[in-house]
């Protein structure tokens, strides 16, 4: 049972892969293996009635991650279709690209850290579509905000699933947290920063607006009051989750129908034709959907090998064959740029009890980081990535030429960095 779910986690993988020279659409093969995996999985088992109760367990914690994507993603295309990114986009005068790169990558990682990766990642690549046309230059970009989005979520208690998870299981507190992985996560974007940066020259060409456009129909009043209104929904999420207890998606959505009500407040005395562009209900028809279908898929595959056990055994015969935790929490990073970085830090979790790794150990701390910015090697490999696979058609192939080297020797500069600081000054 568990090597036919793992060859067909596997072929489906090599299918999202080589999704261009196939043509067969990555959500396909994404539901695909999530199906079958579960339909092997209940078949060759013994108890069905388990198999379907742990089924609808996983769906109750994947339906979150969707309608928390499906929530930010309607939030931010309504701030798209007010035109609301100019207030950024008019401010950001510079066509070079290096100093756009570098600017982008910045505020995408303190971003992150405010909101979450996800929903940074979300936000930036819509900004990117406002600032550069070419298509080859665009994607590098993002590639950048894959890796600067997933640094800067990992040295935040809010930024990253996986250390939202070490900090409400009392494995870290919050401001160690916040002290002792600022530094290599600065460096796992630095170091691919710098790298790029030699690479590019010239500067960017931004998008022309067609002469026979229509023009918005918005005033910059209401442009300004629906994009800090989107994005103050979106960096109250956090709140939200701290004084309700509220899993995120309830903050996102409690936001999205603030939004809702007040667009409908101040477009009630324009005509059909305008309001309906402007409205919610638009941005629902645009959000990319098929997205959220690849990430449903991927998530659920993952969840059956974790719910027989596969990946946990992974993670106990490590710890028994190699020991060194050195050697061990830097592997689970790189795992999670194949599968989900949750249930690896789950299993973890499980595996290294809190009598013996006492809150901000070493362990907790350097798994935080691994976690958090492992899955940046692949674009499958975190939530951020998926996210921008989807909104810019990313080729899974062009991203491992592209993108995932530079994010493999940031990961392991961080990596050197966090031991090293340990090492020498034990802070």
């Known amino acids: ?68 994507l499906m929530g930010a993603m309607t939030i931010v295309e309504l701030i798209d279709a007010h035109d609301g990114f100019e207030v950024i986009t008019s401010r950001i005068t510079t066509n070079n690209k290096r100093k756009l790169l570098w600017i982008i990558s910045i505020l995408t990682f303190f971003l992150s850290a405010a909101l979450d990766n996800l929903t940074t990642a979300i936000v930036m690549v819509s900004l990117l579509r406002k600032l550069i046309d070419d298509k080859e230059d665009r994607l590098l970009f993002v590639g950048m905000v894959v890796i600067a989005a997933n640094a800067g979520g990992a040295w935040s208690p809010i930024g990253d699933v996986t250390t939202t998870m070490l900090w409400i299981g009392g494995q870290v507190t919050a401001v160690n947290i916040m002290i002792k992985l600022i530094i290599p996560s600065l460096i796992c974007l630095l170091v691919p920063l710098l790298v790029l940066s030699f690479k590019l020259k010239g500067n960017i060409v931004r998008p022309v607006i067609a002469e026979n456009a229509s023009p918005n129909p918005t005033s910059e ?23 309700t207890h509220l899993p995120p998606f309830m903050g996102v959505l409690f936001g999205l129908g603030v939004l809702w009500v007040v667009t409908e407040i101040i477009h009630s005395s324009k005509d059909d034709e305008d309001k ?114 989807g909104m810019e058609k990313i080729d899974f192939i062009w991203y491992v030429k592209k993108i995932a080297g530079l994010a493999f020797i940031g990961y392991i500069a961080g990596a050197i960095s966090y031991i090293a600081i340990e090492y020498f000054f034990h802070l």
């Open 1 to 68: 049972m568990i090597l036919s779910m793992i060859l067909i986690f596997v072929i489906g993988y090599i299918a999202i892969a080589f999704e261009h020279p196939l043509k067969i659409n990555k959500s396909a093969s994404a539901l695909l293996i999530g199906v079958l995996c579960w339909a092997v999985y209940i078949v060759m088992s013994n108890d069905s009635h388990l198999v379907n109760e742990q089924l609808t367990e996983h769906i109750g914690e994947l339906s979150g991650i969707l309608f928390f």
């Open 221 to 243: 009043t209401e442009r300004n009051v629906v994009f800090f209104l989107g994005i103050g929904a979106l960096v109250f999420v956090p709140i939200f989750k701290t004084l």
């Open 276 to 389: 309906d562009t402007l409205s919610v209900l638009h941005a629902l028809r645009k959000i990319d959907m098929p997205s959220i279908l690849f990430f449903l898929g991927i998530l659920i595959a993952i969840s059956s090998l974790q719910s027989t056990g596969v990946l946990a055994s992974l993670a106990t015969y490590m710890n028994d064959t190699i020991g060194d935790l050195n050697i061990i929490v830097p592997l689970i990073g790189l795992l999670s740029a194949i599968v989900d970085n949750v249930p690896l830090v789950a299993a973890s979790m499980g595996m290294y009890d809190l009598s013996a790794y006492p809150t901000d150990s070493y362990i907790w701390e350097f798994l935080a980081y691994c976690a958090g910015t492992g899955g940046s090697i692949l674009i499958i490999g975190s939530a951020a990535g998926v996210a921008a696979m």
